[in-house]
Nanobody
Framework: QVQLVESGGGLVQAGGSLRLSCAAS????????MGWFRQAPGKESEFVAA????????GYADSVKGRFAISRDNAKNTVYLQMNSLKPEDTAVYYCAAKRLHSGSYEDRSNYASWGQGTQVTVSS
């Protein structure tokens, strides 16, 4: 399995931007589709965005469409989440996750085999 480490979280004012990174170990990074999920205090985990192993974007949650963009660099074993026009409701711990190819819906967290430790994003109003 691939091991994942997120970075780039922090405190930002509403309307600001952050870019999250997720570095993967191992030589099989391009064998995985990648996703970002988030969990706010007292709330269920929520799908945010996903990208195919080839770099084709699979989809976004309605709540982030037009504001967030997922990308990946297979040469660097890294997936990114560019977050623009941030809102206080985007405050959460953000996790990246790796899903083996053809292993079910990219929106279902149970289909992801590996997870990072998470990075906190806090958006102040």
């Amino acid at each position: 399995q691939v091991q994942l480490v997120e970075s780039g979280g922090g405190l930002v004012q509403a309307g600001g931007s952050l870019r999250l990174s997720c570095a993967a170990s191992g030589r099989t990074f391009n064998s995985y589709d990648m996703g970002w999920f988030r969990q706010a205090p007292g709330k269920e985990s929520e799908f945010v965005a996903a990208i195919r192993w080839s770099g084709v974007r699979l989809g976004y949650a309605d709540s982030v469409k037009g504001r967030f963009a997922i990308s990946r660099d297979n040469a660097k074993n890294t997936v990114y989440l560019q977050m623009n026009s941030l809102k206080p409701e985007d405050t959460a711990v953000y996790y990246c996750a790796a899903k083996r190819l053809h292993s079910g819906s990219y929106e279902d967290r149970s289909n992801y085999a590996s997870w990072g430790q998470g990075t906190q994003v806090t958006v102040s109003s």
